[in-house]
T-cell receptor, first 112, second 115 residues
Framework: KQEVTQIPAALSVPEGENLVLNCSFT??????LQWFRQDPGKGLTSLLL?????REQTSGRLNASLDKSSGRSTLYIAASQPGDSATYLC???????????FGSGTRLLVRP | EPEVTQTPSHQVTQMGQEVILRCVPI?????FYWYRQILGQKVEFLVS????????KSEIFDDQFSVERPDGSNFTLKIRSTKLEDSAMYFC?????????????FGQGTRLTVV
């Protein structure tokens, strides 16, 4: 059964720092991996999607990498800003499945 | 920018009552989903829907739950007889397809409180 884990559970950094959020999964037979942002009491905003054949994806200050064989993905946020404060979720879709399996998220606080 | 919209944003219902949560997926999307998030827990998959049929469902999605696409734009989740443990944020999502354009876009959620 696929398990998705995110470490750390919470992170507090000063504004301007570069940071890395980690996501690991136990079954490497994934179809893709998607990173989301969730603000308190709100919905999920898609940030990046990486197909299983890709190694990384970039969008603005965000860069997501995928090492499928080792079951890991990282989300790199450059030059963090207070507006980046949110919970970041990773989710995997398995081959031959429609569902996303979510991690429990990393709660990020960027201090001004 | 196209978005998934959900109504209502918050619903309070008495235990045992039926509730219908509504969603309007992005217009050119073909796959629709419901997820839920109990407070403090992970987002959990409930059901996926394609071509007017359920394509996959989780063990949570028992006989108390049903989904429907009553017209060309709405996608609904019905809970027949709500229980206290159904209290959660319910998210609707949609994607273009399951091959190339698989990115799932989520709505803002409906907070369901069962009292």
């Amino acid at each position: 059964k696929q398990e998705v884990t995110q470490i750390p559970a919470a992170l507090s950094v000063p504004e301007g720092e570069n940071l890395v959020l980690n996501c690991s999964f136990t079954d490497s037979a994934i179809y893709n991996l998607q990173w989301f942002r969730q603000d308190p009491g709100k919905g999920l905003t898609s940030l990046l999607l990486i197909q299983s054949s890709q190694r990384e994806q970039t969008s603005g200050r965000l860069n997501a990498s995928l090492d499928k064989s080792s079951g890991r993905s990282t989300l790199y946020i450059a030059a963090s800003q207070p507006g980046d404060s949110a919970t970041y979720l990773c989710a995997v879709r398995m081959d031959s499945s429609y569902k996303l399996i979510f991690g429990s998220g990393t709660r990020l606080l960027v201090r001004p | 920018e196209p978005e998934v919209t959900q109504t209502p944003s918050h619903q309070v219902t008495q235990m045992g009552q039926e509730v219908i949560l509504r969603c309007v997926p992005i217009s050119n999307h073909l796959y629709f989903y419901w997820y839920r998030q109990i407070l403090g827990q992970k987002v959990e998959f409930l059901v996926s829907f394609y071509n007017n049929e359920i394509s996959e469902k989780s063990e949570i999605f028992d006989d108390q739950f049903s989904v429907e696409r009553p017209d060309g734009s709405n996608f609904t989740l019905k809970i027949r007889s709500t229980k206290l443990e159904d209290s959660a944020m319910y998210f609707c999502a949609s994607s273009v397809d399951m091959i190339r354009n698989t990115e799932a876009f989520f709505g803002q959620g409906t907070r369901l409180t069962v009292v």
